[in-house]
């Protein structure tokens, strides 16, 4: 069964910390993963998208990183702001259909302190 | 920035109206997609259209219907709203994979809290 799970449910860290989110995921066959920012009572906004070649990718202070033979994946957020404080969600697409259907995780729900 | 809309933002309504939810993109994709996401879930695909005139059932099961009569709109109905309809509906959109390029984003639109009473 196509499954995406993500770790930790939620998280609480100051302002300016750094912090690791966590994907593991059992799509198969495997097109790209994404990581998606959503704000409360909003629309998810992508922030990385990486197929199976890329082991690594940047976007400003967020770092995803992929690792296809274990199938996992991670999102590091470097010097956390106040506005980093949404749900970040890994969807995996897979490539058996036409349709390259997306697998949705539950997301971690990060909230930033001052 | 995402040229996808939803309207209304928010919507209150009582039990047994008809309410349709719009979606317009102005990126001209090819597909189009409704999703089903209650707080702290994930989201589930209840639609999707390859384009104009195709629509599909995904993967959980809703009593809503869609249409796809132009490209850019794929509004999303519910003939009869209950309380358990009460849900955040997200639509989306993608354009199609070529040869040269796999990697299609998915944009989505800032969603509809629906709350019916």
């Known amino acids: 069964k196509n499954q995406v799970e993500q770790s930790p449910q939620s998280l609480i860290i100051l302002e300016g910390k750094n912090c690791t989110l966590q994907?593991?995921?059992?799509?198969?066959?495997?097109?790209?993963l994404r990581w998606y920012k959503q704000d409360t009572g909003r629309g998810p906004v992508s922030l990385t998208i990486m197929t199976f070649s890329e082991n690594t990718k940047s976007n400003g202070r967020y770092t995803a990183t992929l690792d296809a033979d274990t199938k996992q994946s991670s999102l590091h957020i470097t010097a956390s702001q106040l506005s980093d404080s949404a749900s970040y969600i890994c969807v995996v697409k897979d490539r058996g259909s036409t349709l390259g259907r997306l697998y949705f995780g539950r997301g971690t729900q990060l909230t930033v302190w001052p | 920035e995402a040229d996808i809309y939803q309207t209304p933002r928010y919507l209150v309504i009582g039990t047994g109206k008809k309410i349709t939810l719009e979606c317009s993109q102005t990126m001209g994709h090819d597909k189009m997609y409704w999703y089903q996401q209650d707080p702290g879930m994930e989201l589930h695909l209840i639609h999707y259209?390859?384009?104009?005139?195709?629509?599909e059932k995904g993967d959980l099961s809703s009593e809503s219907t869609v249409s796809r009569i132009r490209t850019e709109h794929f509004p999303l109905t519910l003939e009869s709203a209950r309380p358990s309809h009460t849900s955040q509906y997200l639509c989306?959109?993608?354009?199609?994979?070529?040869?040269?390029?796999?990697?299609?984003?998915?944009?989505f639109g800032q969603g509809t809290r629906l709350t019916v009473v």
């Open positions: 989306a959109s993608s354009v199609g994979p070529t040869p040269s390029r796999t990697n299609t984003e998915a944009f």
């Open positions: 994907c593991n995921y059992t799509v198969s066959p495997f097109s790209n």
């Open positions: 259209s390859y384009g104009v005139n195709s629509t």
